[in-house]
């Protein structure tokens, strides 16, 4: 028996705050794990990129099985060119600006609300999980965020809506949301800041994919940001007194 067209309306408007929601229980979760046992979730925060990655590949799956169910392809999310050209110039273009926005809005928000930039979510990990971390987390960020918010949800809402704007800024405003809560940690500051910082670099991605529905682009860029991020946590594994040394500065 098919859904209605009025249930999956319903359905679809809450599918973009599954990944939140998902940040969410995991972080709690791993308090009752066993070597997280009388511990806060100050101290379970470390393994963020680890829930991270974790909630990627749910997420590139739920992808893979809607699209069959739909009888459509995974690449069909990500770029609207049947001959599936990628464009090196606009990847050029793309990667910079997200890079300037990116790491602007963390670094502006965070001296806007703390007065100091915060070393949450780069905290020291074991040498094999940061590794593990530099490989993976670009990889699978790449192939379920903008595939899932504006692939798989926006053309989806704007169906059902016929408003191309709100089908673009809803999906987003939990793009920026889930961010809120990586780590989990329930705390107005970091709640705010988190959701804030990535604001400037989500109007560029609404604004360019509004205007060219190809995502690969951006998926690049999204990509080299997190490589970063990444190299950042393999730094402060191999080299402790750089996370101390950040921490210094506050």
Request: charged share 10%; glycine share 6%.
């Amino acid at each position: 028996m098919k859904s209605s067209p009025l249930i999956f309306a319903k359905i679809i408007f809450f599918v973009p705050a599954i990944r939140t929601l998902l940040f969410i229980v995991a972080g709690v979760l791993m308090l009752f794990l066993p070597s997280f046992q009388g511990k806060t979730l100050y101290d379970s925060s470390m393994w963020w990129p680890m829930v991270c990655i974790a909630v990627n590949i749910i997420t590139i799956l739920f992808l893979f099985f809607l699209v069959r169910k739909e009888g459509k392809r995974f690449r069909d999310l990500i770029n609207p060119d049947p001959a599936g050209k990628i464009s090196i110039k606009e990847i050029l273009w793309a990667t910079p600006i997200m890079l300037f926005l990116g790491i602007g809005g963390l670094m502006g928000f965070s001296w806007l609300i703390y007065g100091y930039l915060p070393s949450t979510n780069i905290q020291p990990l074991p040498v094999w999980a940061a590794i593990i971390v530099l490989v993976l987390l670009p990889l699978t960020i790449v192939f379920s965020e903008l595939p899932f918010y504006l692939g798989y949800c926006a053309p989806r809402i704007n169906k059902i809506t016929n408003n191309e704007v709100f089908s673009i800024v809803y999906p987003l405003f939990f793009y920026a949301l889930q961010h809120s809560f990586m780590p989990v940690l329930f705390d107005f500051k970091h709640i705010l800041s988190r959701f804030l910082m990535f604001i400037p670099l989500l109007i560029m991605i609404g604004i360019w994919y509004s205007r060219k529905k190809d995502l690969v682009p951006l998926m690049a860029g999204h990509g080299f940001l997190d490589l970063l991020t990444g190299i950042q946590l393999l730094m402060v594994a191999l080299y402790p007194s750089v996370y101390e040394m950040m921490n210094s500065t506050k």
